[in-house]
């Protein structure tokens, strides 16, 4: 009769795939606990990836409307008596486009800046008997700025009633929304995680329920402790991973069909400045990189919960 | 029916003063001593409740003493690691009371699976258990699944994967208990097969008529949460 090796009582779990896919047959195949616990993952699934691509909406969104109102700054000219106003608009223009790190400077025509005033001040004729100051819109490079105050300095010296607004109240200010949004969704993910965790915790130990008995007798028939956790484990993730990648899938779909709408409707696009960003390139990458993510932690707690199950359930044999 | 008689030698199984109480109520075992050789029969006997199927579950470590030492293949269990623990189950061979099989494997599948948890590939053993399957009278039935076949082809289908990896200890719970009488003795003639080809056997069992059949084979007899030798 075969002597075990008491040191070595085994040489098994080292035999890759094939090994894995063979002992897997011993978990009984229970289609409806099965589907129910794939129909599980993939909802839990859905909601976590597609509040990741909404906070990365989120990020994406608020970082765009940063860069739109830093990239530019508005110059103002106040009319002062005895000066040509249309002169130092010109002046300006010159002296602007000389600066390094001014990329586009456009002065407002006086037409444009009265119809901006119009809903406050009235008809174009009350307009034209009054002192408008003019505008002078100035894009800057995001990568390599002027600096704005001694602009302002060197530019107030040469024209009087010169001012420069950087929005720097307006970016801050957006800056501070942004951060607000972006704290607030991941505090949404990390809820809807912390629901999909213990989701997945009780629908797999409700799953294992029903395996008590096969861990019994695999352990009575001489299968270590380890083999036995890992035949249900790999089972397991295989649910978890056909349910994650489902809800995954979904999610994207639905994330892809959000950004058409938002990019087709002017009144979206301009608030989130979704304009130039698109879902599936550039940022959008990290959609599917999320996802993939969310699916692999879903399919990994599915795994290690039906890992600790085993365990536990031979815990109460020893 | 002969079985082997029982000679003193290096013990697989040795019980010395042994208890068992489940939380706070009397002893359901107390000061069981008792040893089992290699190539050894014996029945372990009671009326029911007595504990028969508790001390097999104490031999097979389903089950912690409260107090008394345990000795499994010259090993005192309560030093043993999980490793350990493992090596000494796959000397023992289980045929579990309610048979235990795995309803969606086919009996080949079941009576193989010792030897699958053991790594071994199917090409190793396809021979070996199909000849164990023929043995038992169940090759006829290699495809077919547990819930397809009466009471006494899944107990035969039970003790074959239980004597697969040709344990030198079988543990029996009841495994006539389930059979007509006809059945029960050809299951006891395979039992007495096997012993006499080296393997110990505990059979628990409660029928004086089955044990009547075997001369030899010693009785532990438990009675009064005790346990009496007989032969």
Request: proline share 4%; aromatic share 6%.
């Amino acid at each position: 009769m075969t002597q075990p090796d008491m040191q070595n009582p085994t040489n098994i779990n080292r035999k890759g795939l094939r090994y894995l896919l063979r002992a897997e047959s011993m978990v009984a195949p229970d289609p409806v606990t099965d589907r129910a616990l794939i129909a599980v993952i993939v909802i839990l699934t859905f909601m976590a990836a597609l509040t990741a691509g909404l906070v990365q909406f989120a990020s994406v969104a608020t970082a765009r409307w940063q860069v739109v109102l830093a990239s530019e700054v508005t110059v103002q000219i106040r009319p002062q008596i005895g000066r040509d106003i249309e002169i130092d608009l010109k002046h300006a223009e010159d002296l602007l486009r000389n600066v390094h790190g001014v990329t586009k400077v456009r002065i407002y025509p006086r037409e444009e800046t009265v119809r901006l005033l119009e809903p406050w001040l009235g008809s174009a004729s009350v307009l034209d008997s009054l002192p408008i100051p003019r505008l002078i819109a100035v894009q800057i490079s995001n990568d390599d700025p002027p600096d704005i105050i001694s602009l302002s300095q060197s530019l107030t010296r040469e024209i009087p009633g010169l001012s420069i607004d950087d929005h720097r109240t307006w970016t801050r200010r957006l800056s501070r929304i942004g951060e607000t949004l972006i704290i607030a969704s991941f505090a949404i993910f990390a809820l809807v995680m912390l629901a999909v965790t213990m989701a997945i915790v009780f629908a797999t130990r409700g799953a294992m329920a029903g395996n008590r008995a096969i861990i019994e007798v695999l352990y009575f028939i001489g299968a270590e402790d380890r083999y036995i956790a890992r035949v249900f484990q790999f089972h397991f993730f295989s649910l978890g991973l056909v349910g994650g990648l489902i809800g995954g899938s979904l999610s994207i779909i639905v994330l892809f069909f959000l950004k058409i709408i938002a990019v087709n409707s002017d009144g979206l696009r301009e608030t989130f400045g979704l304009g130039s960003v698109n879902v599936l390139s550039g940022p959008g990458w990290s959609v599917f990189v999320v996802t993939l993510l969310v699916v692999a932690v879903v399919a990994g707690l599915a795994a290690l919960v039906s890992r600790i199950t085993v365990f536990k359930t031979i815990d109460k044999f020893e | 029916m002969q079985a082997t008689p029982y000679r003193s030698g290096g013990e697989l199984v040795r019980f010395e003063n042994v208890g068992l109480r489940y939380g706070v109520a009397p002893e359901t075992l107390s000061d069981i001593s008792f040893s089992i050789l290699p190539q050894s029969f014996q029945f372990l006997t009671g009326a029911s409740g007595t504990g028969k199927t508790t001390l097999l579950r104490l031999v097979m470590q389903a089950l912690k003493p409260t107090r008394g030492m345990i000795s499994l293949f010259g090993h005192d269990t309560a030093t043993l690691d999980k490793d350990e623990f493992t090596a000494l189950r796959r000397r023992m061979g289980i045929v579990f009371q309610d048979f235990r099989l795995l309803d969606h494997l086919t009996t080949y599948e079941n009576v193989a699976l010792p030897l699958k948890v053991r790594g071994r590939s199917e090409s190793s053993f396809r021979a070996e258990v199909m000849d164990l399957l023929k043995w038992v009278g169940l090759g006829d039935l290699v495809d077919a699944k547990p819930p397809l076949l009466s009471g006494g082809e899944k107990q035969r289908a039970s003790i074959a994967r239980a004597l697969v990896t040709q344990p030198e200890l079988l543990l029996a719970d009841e495994p006539t208990g389930n059979v007509d009488p006809a059945l029960a003795r050809r299951l006891l003639r395979l039992f007495v097969e096997l012993n006499r080809s080296g393997t110990a056997i505990l059979i628990a069992t409660h029928d004086l008529g089955l044990m009547q059949q075997i001369d030899g084979g010693r009785r532990l007899v438990l009675a009064d949460h005790r346990l009496h030798i007989e032969g």
